[in-house]
């Protein structure tokens, strides 16, 4: 495994985590119900919420994301890619196979002669 698919894994994995945090937090507006007796002593974080745990966790988790994705634009400009058709096929082929022979006028098979007299498509248009 390379070092880019490594940090690509990291990167969906913090997305994920941003994408489920951001579903749990509650809304603004969900604060109006909590001064009718809404019963917000009585949770797990405490009787100030989860809003600081959540807008932490957010915080450290876009920082990860914003670091992965710098991350993973220098490493894609540091691959090395073939300049020309010629280079790539240079790699594709790796040199274990022979290179093909060059066909010459004289590997031609003999063709039978056209009908007409054999001149093709030369024909005399001037007449004086």
């Known amino acids: 495994m390379t070092l880019q698919s490594t940090v690509l894994y990291i990167h969906m994995l913090v997305a994920l985590l941003i994408v489920v945090l951001v579903l749990l937090q509650r809304g603004k507006g969900a604060d109006a119900g909590a ?9 797990v974080f405490g009787s100030r919420g989860s809003s600081s745990f959540f807008t932490r966790a957010t915080a450290v988790l876009a920082t990860m994301f914003f670091a992965t994705s710098l991350t993973l634009a220098y490493l894609s400009g540091q691959t090395t890619a073939p300049t ?13 196979a022979a290179p093909a022979p060059l066909v010459g006028p004289s590997d031609l098979p003999d063709l039978p002669p056209l009908p007409g007299g054999g001149q093709g498509a030369e024909t005399e248009t001037s007449e004086e």
């Open 35 to 43: 001064g009718f007796g809404a019963g917000a002593s009585g949770t």
């Open 84 to 96: 020309s058709l010629l280079e790539e096929a240079a790699e594709q082929d790796s040199g274990t």
